[in-house]
């Protein structure tokens, strides 16, 4: 579950309702405030979104919450193909998410990497997560059904 954390954290999340486990308690953190992108008939050639800018000053305000405190918004499940790992697909995410609300990631999205960083073990997920407070850009590479996307998202002042 730590790994796909990360790729939400950056700023994706369904629009389907919100799947809230009994078990956590709220997170405190507000909403980040994210661009809404455009949308797109069918994903560029290159399978780049722009999905919108996010400003510093929140995705300093996610990261400073703390991973734990990230990941309790979201459910994820690990995608195996076979015996090798392929990513996380988020299942849910809490209405009091920094995800909540996002159109881009969306229920069913397998999360594969951030920043060209793999996701799949703790370690890796640690080190995606450290990155992001000084990032100037956040991409998220996920899969839709067979449809390999990267989210892309500018950090603004």
Do not use: C, H
Not at 61 to 69: D, E
Not at 139 to 157: E, F
């Amino acid at each position: 579950m730590t790994a796909l954390a990360l790729v939400y954290a950056l700023l994706a999340a369904p629009p389907a309702p919100p799947v809230a486990p009994a078990s956590v308690a709220p997170a405190t953190v507000a909403p980040a405030t994210v661009a809404r992108p455009t949308l797109q008939a069918a994903p560029p050639a290159d399978g780049v979104i722009v999905a919108g800018a996010i400003t510093r000053g929140d995705l300093e305000a996610v990261v400073a919450a703390g991973a734990q405190r990230f990941i309790a918004s979201l459910q994820v499940v690990p995608v195996m193909d076979g015996r090798r790992f392929r990513g996380f697909q988020l299942a849910g995410v809490r209405p009091d998410s920094p995800l909540a609300g996002s159109e881009n990631v969306r229920v069913g999205d397998v999360v594969v990497a951030v920043n060209g960083l793999p996701v799949e073990r703790p370690d890796q997920f640690m080190k995606a997560w450290g990155g992001l407070k000084k990032a100037e850009r956040i991409d998220v590479k996920l899969l839709r059904g067979a449809q390999p996307l990267v989210y892309r998202w500018t950090v603004s002042p």
